[in-house]
């Protein structure tokens, strides 16, 4: 789901979590907005880019699992067998 400009200024300016879009995965473009916290519905393996340019791969991510404390720019189709994953802005 693809965010609108206005959503995205508003999620550039808050930084408070309170827009979300379910997370298309992609080994090629970046999230909407740059700076997501991931909710992962079901669960499993989470390949991503931090907003600091690292890829990392989640083991073993949990169903219902709220990342807070981690920044992502990108949630790769490869590498990834976790699913319902929605970003929060």
Known sequence: MALT???????HRNKSGSIAAA???S??????VKDAKLYVGTGGDL???TT?????????????SYLEWIR?????????????IVAFY
């Open 5 to 11: 400009d206005n959503e995205k200024k508003k999620a």
């Open 23 to 25: 997370v298309t995965k």
């Open 27 to 32: 080994d090629s473009n970046d999230l909407d």
């Open 47 to 49: 390949k991503i880019d």
């Open 52 to 64: 600091d340019g690292q890829t990392i791969t989640l083991k073993n991510v949990q169903d219902g």
């Open 72 to 84: 992502v720019k990108k949630v790769y189709s490869r590498g990834t067998t976790a699913s319902d």
